[in-house]
């Protein structure tokens, strides 16, 4: 499943932080939405790879064919990256 279900608990407004991450600067926006690098909480070891985000507007979300583009949009991303974790 790769759309998240829409969590009423979220403030109005972008996001700032994700799990043990904190957004960085914007790196691009497209039709699908904006990447951000992303900088953890606690420090990291020199070796790991940087970490991105990308961001998608709920609100631009709402017909059944963007839902199908965003799916798509999200198998290809899950098939080609590492997500990843908090230790």
Do not use: M, W
């Not at 790196?27 to 909480?41: D, E, N, Q, T, W």
């Not at 070796?47 to 999200?74: E, H, I, Y």
Request: net charge positive.
């Amino acid at each position: 499943r790769c759309l998240p279900p829409i969590d009423y608990e979220l403030p109005p407004g972008d996001l700032k932080q994700l799990d043990c991450y904190n957004f960085g600067s914007l790196l691009g926006r497209g039709a699908f939405g904006s990447v951000y690098k992303l900088h953890p909480k606690v420090a990291e070891p020199s070796t790991q790879r940087p970490q991105v985000v990308k961001v998608v507007s709920k609100a631009s979300v709402n017909d059944l064919g963007t839902v199908g583009r965003t799916r798509t949009l999200c198998s290809s991303i899950r098939r080609t990256t590492r997500r990843p974790t908090c230790s």
